[in-house]
Structure formats: structure tokens, C-alpha cells
Nanobody, 123 residues
């Protein structure tokens, strides 16, 4: 199995920046993708960004495109989410997840999840 641990969440003012990290350990796949999702209270878990590991291809939700950047460090088995120009509506618990094969925007298609890290953006 794969273990994922998120870190880097916290409280930030609107317009500020924050970088989330996700450390992965355990068995690896020959082909896989990593994704970031978020969930606000009373809302469904929604896709934020994903990256195909080998090729580094990235994908973003429309709501964060141009503000967030997903990246990877293959040697360290880490994935990051750089969040700039944060808005109050970005407030949520952020999760990293992984799946076999190509990326997906659907939470249920991911195989392993971290515990989440809280991001709060004040107005």
C-alpha cells in the first residue's frame, strides 16, 4: 500500500501564498498520477490539480488555473501545490491522493489518500 502525508496548511490572508507538500511512501506503480483535492464543510470533495508522474503533465480545475501550480520531486517522492493569490473561497481541507494510470478529476477513482491539511484564507 501507499501512504500519503500532507503538510503546509495554515491561515493566510487573501492575496497571500501557501505551499502544500505531500510525502509519499510505500509501494510504487509503473505508471501513476498524483492529485490534489479539497473539501469545504458541507460541500463535496472537488478536484484541484493533478500531475502525471513520469511525464509531468499537469491539469487544473478552472477555479484555480493560473493561481495554483502542482509540481513534483521524483527523487524525494514529493508532490507540491503552490497556491498564490489565495481567495476566501479556497478555504478547505486539502487532500493529496494517488491512483494507477492517468490522472482523473473524480475522487472515487483514486486509490490512496492522505489525511488532509486545513487551509484557511481570511478576507
Amino acid at each position: 500500500q501507499v501512504q500519503l502525508v500532507e503538510s503546509g496548511g495554515g491561515l493566510v490572508q487573501a492575496g497571500g501564498s501557501l505551499r502544500l507538500s505531500c510525502a509519499a511512501s510505500g509501494r510504487t506503480f509503473s505508471s501513476y498520477a498524483m492529485g490534489w483535492f479539497r473539501q469545504a464543510p458541507g460541500k463535496e470533495r472537488e478536484f484541484v490539480a493533478a500531475i502525471s508522474w513520469s511525464g509531468g503533465l499537469t491539469y487544473y480545475a478552472k477555479s484555480v488555473k493560473g493561481r495554483f501550480t502542482i509540481s513534483r520531486d521524483s527523487a524525494k517522492n514529493m508532490v507540491y501545490l503552490q497556491m498564490n493569490s489565495l481567495k476566501p473561497e479556497d478555504t478547505a481541507v486539502y487532500f493529496c491522493a494517488t491512483k494507477r494510470g492517468v490522472h482523473s478529476r473524480v475522487p472515487g477513482e483514486y486509490d490512496y489518500w492522505g489525511q488532509g491539511t486545513q487551509v484557511t484564507v481570511s478576507s
